[in-house]
């Protein structure tokens, strides 16, 4: 799906050899195996650099801490989520004023802490 890419460390005429190769899956997921791209589709991380389309990548088996973002399932809904703790009890913590905390009901399942984000533009 990605190919290998060519990056240079400072801006350089075009007559210079480039510095190295990158392959662009190495760099943004370094436990492949457990990392998964999940799309963005709400505004609710926006004042965080969120945005909707993006792709972020989520690493399984990770162990939130508080401040990381998360992909969970809380009461049977997939949610993109900043994951907080009040009084030893975790709750998901949006990243738009918009929209509020969410304390799960029943059960809070976290599928995958954010690593990385990808954006396209065009």
């Known amino acids: ?22 392959r662009l899956t190495d760099y943004i997921m370094e436990h492949p195996a457990v990392s998964l791209l999940y799309v963005m589709r709400w505004p609710s991380m926006c004042d965080l650099g969120i945005l909707d389309g993006d792709q972020l990548i989520m690493e399984r088996g990770r162990t939130p801490q508080p401040g990381d973002i998360v992909l969970a399932i809380i009461d049977e809904n997939f949610v993109v989520r900043q994951y907080q703790l009040h009084q030893g009890k975790p709750y998901l913590q949006s990243g738009n004023d918009g929209y509020g905390s969410i304390m799960p009901a029943q059960e809070l ?6 690593v990385g984000l990808v954006r396209k533009y065009h």
Do not use: D, T
């Not at 990605?2 to 075009?14: G, L, W």
């Not at 399942?109 to 954010?114: A, E, F, K, N, T």
């Open 1 to 22: 799906m990605y190919k290998n890419i060519r990056f240079m460390s400072e801006v350089a005429s075009p007559n210079e050899p480039m510095v190295g190769e990158l």
């Open 109 to 114: 399942h976290i599928s995958g802490v954010m």
